[in-house]
């Protein structure tokens, strides 16, 4: 007879759930057997869960489905949070099947006992169950499926007792098909398209899935028409860019500069996106950045129909036939000499291969990677949506077994990357077509600019060890070749381009380690926080030309 594994297995790859990143135990050894009865499930090991985690992450973001990941227990369930978390923010499609102890043996309270449902609906408050007998369990797998696939997409977590998993009568069920989403009524559209028309200066804060091409091209005909600002969320989810494509600025991530890009806005258009607030709180600084003088507008909700909702807008002012203005073909150039975080960047816009797939987690040094790639070919960048780092070497596995044919390339601080360095080891057993630049500045560069942002004057030289990664300095390089991945550490911008080169050229996975100075240090860090406070008492125009010189 089957049991219920074998049936789980076939209900997940009947719904379109191909691929299981897997960090299992001895709970969850009925699945790992059941694994090799689908021929049609891919399994990825990870050395630990937040790889797992974050590789489904990355998966979904790509392939615009879910994969699923198998954690064991609670422990591991926590261990995978931080990522679990990036993937909620961002509204991405995961499937959590979460090992669990035998029902009856809960009541003894073993060692690796926890409340897994708990813990689990910090990430997925939308759906966690526990599955409580072989012959419901796979209609509760393909719920959790449709749950996670309901637009806009959800972590969906499904707690697999380990009887019910070995337990025979298992039978498979049948897709269950998630709602289909609607368009912004004629009422909004109307009032939206009124604020337009009034002549008011008018932005449009896109996010989420409004960030394809089909979207976005929509968005730019209404800008094309109307004069109205084209801005993004700070860190999108998936964001299609490069030549021919609209060029759509980002918000910036610091919230004073943030305001100056919404400073002069009079109605803010949100299409699948939020009102945009500080990351953090700051002493004296206001947490919501929309400014007083500013009407605020849902388009989108992220469960409704952006593409419908946004040619329903443009009928109604009369843009539907407008021309977009679309980003030229430009690179920036090859870099030459000391190497630093902007000639890193400069390398990548310079010397990326079309349809790859960028992964930003370079924090402070990635500061210029969007203006140095917006004229290459065309790509997609992944961002840290949740802002819990370490997402970005698992994103980057996950958008590899997505998309076999497309290179991608991850940009990562020296910090983040420490946190899910593993991600090396499954990328080399899975031959993934990954080159990974580490930004090695020794230090959590941003938390320096935080320690003064947030006014903890004073720091002493305990305090600033918090922040230091020297002593020892790591080497990457040396870490990658002890996980199978090819790696060179490179100190010039032209030893920089020749190591891109050739992992362009040379089967992957590649590892390229930017020793680099700091992008915000010495006298730089210093007046920052003098510059931001300033901002507002400064004309609006140079405020804006300081905003681009800073964060473009």
Same mark, same amino acid.
């Given at each position: 007879?089957?049991?219920?594994?074998?049936?789980?297995?076939?209900?997940?790859?009947?719904?379109?759930?191909?691929?299981?990143?897997?960090?299992?135990?001895?709970?969850?050894?009925?699945?790992?057997?059941?694994?090799?009865?689908?021929?049609?499930?891919?399994?990825?090991?990870?050395?630990?869960?937040?790889?797992?985690?974050?590789?489904?992450?990355?998966?979904?973001?790509?392939?615009?489905?879910?994969?699923?990941?198998?954690?064991?227990?609670?422990?591991?369930?926590?261990?995978?949070?931080?990522?679990?978390?990036?993937?909620?923010?961002?509204?991405?499609?995961?499937?959590?099947?979460?090992?669990?102890?035998?029902?009856?043996?809960?009541?003894?309270?073993?060692?690796?006992?926890?409340?897994?449902?708990? @813990?689990?609906?910090?990430?997925?408050?939308?759906?966690?169950?526990?599955?409580?007998?072989?012959? !419901?369990?796979?209609?509760?797998?393909?719920?959790?499926?449709?749950?996670?696939?309901?637009?806009?997409?959800?972590?969906?977590?499904?707690?697999?007792?380990?009887?019910?998993?070995?337990?025979?009568?298992?039978?498979?069920?049948?897709?269950?098909?998630?709602?289909?989403?609607?368009?912004?009524?004629?009422?909004?559209?109307?009032?939206?398209?009124?604020?337009?028309?009034?002549?008011?200066?008018?932005?449009?804060?896109?996010?989420?899935?409004?960030?394809?091409?089909?979207?976005?091209?929509?968005?730019?005909?209404?800008?094309?028409?109307?004069?109205? !600002?084209?801005?993004?969320?700070?860190?999108?989810?998936?964001?299609?860019?490069?030549?021919?494509?609209?060029?759509?600025?980002?918000?910036?991530?610091?919230?004073?500069?943030?305001?100056?890009?919404?400073?002069?806005?009079?109605?803010?258009?949100?299409?699948?996106?939020?009102?945009?607030?500080?990351?953090?709180?700051?002493?004296?600084?206001?947490?919501?950045?929309?400014?007083?003088?500013?009407?605020?507008?849902?388009?989108?909700?992220?469960?409704?129909?952006?593409?419908?909702?946004?040619?329903?807008?443009?009928?109604?002012?009369?843009?539907?036939?407008?021309?977009?203005?679309?980003?030229?073909?430009?690179?920036?150039?090859?870099?030459?000499?000391?190497?630093?975080?902007?000639?890193?960047?400069?390398?990548?816009?310079?010397?990326?291969?079309?349809?790859?797939?960028?992964?930003?987690?370079?924090?402070?040094?990635?500061?210029?990677?969007?203006?140095?790639?917006?004229?290459?070919?065309?790509?997609?960048?992944?961002?840290?949506?949740?802002?819990?780092?370490?997402?970005?070497?698992?994103?980057?596995?996950?958008?590899?077994?997505?998309?076999?044919?497309?290179?991608?390339?991850?940009?990562?601080?020296?910090?983040?990357?420490?946190?899910?360095?593993?991600?090396?080891?499954?990328?080399?057993?899975?031959?993934?077509?990954?080159?990974?630049?580490?930004?090695?500045?020794?230090?959590?560069?941003?938390?320096?600019?935080?320690?003064?942002?947030?006014?903890?004057?004073?720091?002493?030289?305990?305090?600033?060890?918090?922040?230091?990664?020297?002593?020892?300095?790591?080497?990457?390089?040396?870490?990658?070749?002890?996980?199978?991945?090819?790696?060179?550490? @490179?100190?010039?911008?032209?030893?920089?381009?020749?190591?891109?080169?050739?992992?362009?050229?040379?089967?992957?996975?590649?590892?390229?380690?930017?020793?680099?100075?700091?992008?915000?240090?010495?006298?730089?860090?210093?007046?920052?926080?003098?510059?931001?406070?300033?901002?507002?008492?400064?004309?609006?125009?140079?405020?804006?030309?300081?905003?681009?010189?800073?964060?473009?």
């Amino acid at each position: 007879m089957t049991n219920g594994a074998q049936a789980l297995m076939k209900t997940l790859v009947d719904a379109g759930v191909e691929v299981c990143f897997s960090n299992p135990g001895t709970s969850e050894m009925h699945f790992v057997a059941a694994l090799d009865d689908e021929p049609k499930m891919r399994a990825v090991l990870a050395l630990f869960e937040g790889v797992a985690t974050g590789a489904a992450d990355g998966y979904a973001r790509m392939a615009d489905k879910p994969a699923a990941t198998l954690l064991h227990l609670g422990c591991g369930l926590g261990n995978g949070l931080a990522n679990l978390h990036n993937a909620r923010k961002g509204k991405v499609p995961v499937l959590n099947i979460v090992g669990d102890h035998a029902t009856y043996h809960v009541k003894y309270d073993a060692q690796l006992q926890s409340d897994i449902e708990t @813990v689990a609906r910090n990430v997925s408050p939308g759906f966690v169950r526990t599955a409580k007998s072989t012959e !419901t369990l796979c209609q509760d797998a393909a719920e959790a499926i449709a749950a996670a696939r309901t637009a806009p997409g959800q972590v969906a977590t499904l707690i697999l007792p380990a009887d019910v998993s070995w337990g025979e009568g298992g039978v498979p069920n049948a897709p269950v098909a998630p709602p289909t989403p609607e368009p912004a009524d004629d009422a909004t559209v109307e009032a939206i398209a009124k604020a337009i028309r009034s002549g008011k200066k008018t932005a449009l804060l896109m996010g989420g899935h409004s960030l394809r091409e089909p979207s976005m091209l929509a968005a730019a005909k209404l800008a094309a028409h109307s004069g109205a !600002t084209l801005l993004a969320e700070t860190f999108p989810t998936r964001m299609e860019r490069g030549a021919g494509l609209p060029y759509i600025e980002r918000l910036a991530y610091l919230a004073e500069l943030a305001t100056v890009q919404l400073t002069d806005v009079e109605h803010l258009v949100l299409v699948d996106a939020k009102a945009p607030v500080s990351f953090f709180a700051y002493p004296g600084k206001k947490s919501y950045l929309v400014p007083d003088t500013c009407q605020v507008h849902t388009l989108v909700a992220p469960d409704q129909d952006i593409l419908a909702s946004l040619n329903k807008l443009n009928d109604a002012v009369g843009a539907s036939q407008a021309e977009p203005k679309l980003q030229p073909a430009k690179r920036p150039g090859r870099p030459r000499g000391k190497l630093t975080a902007e000639k890193v960047c400069k390398a990548v816009g310079e010397l990326m291969p079309e349809n790859a797939i960028i992964v930003d987690e370079g924090i402070t040094s990635s500061l210029m990677l969007s203006v140095m790639t917006a004229g290459a070919p065309r790509h997609d960048m992944i961002t840290l949506t949740g802002g819990a780092i370490g997402q970005g070497l698992p994103n980057a596995v996950g958008a590899a077994v997505a998309c076999p044919d497309r290179p991608v390339i991850a940009l990562i601080g020296d910090g983040t990357a420490m946190y899910t360095i593993q991600a090396l080891w499954t990328m080399a057993r899975e031959q993934l077509n990954v080159t990974s630049i580490i930004f090695n500045n020794a230090s959590y560069s941003v938390l320096n600019i935080e320690l003064e942002r947030v006014g903890a004057e004073d720091a002493g030289e305990k305090a600033k060890s918090q922040l230091d990664l020297r002593g020892p300095v790591i080497n990457f390089a040396e870490m990658a070749n002890g996980m199978g991945v090819h790696a060179v550490r @490179v100190h010039t911008a032209e030893e920089m381009a020749k190591a891109l080169e050739y992992a362009q050229r040379m089967p992957g996975p590649h590892l390229i380690e930017a020793v680099i100075p700091e992008s915000l240090s010495g006298v730089k860090r210093r007046i920052l926080p003098w510059m931001l406070r300033s901002l507002p008492n400064l004309p609006l125009s140079v405020s804006k030309a300081l905003k681009r010189k800073l964060a473009p």
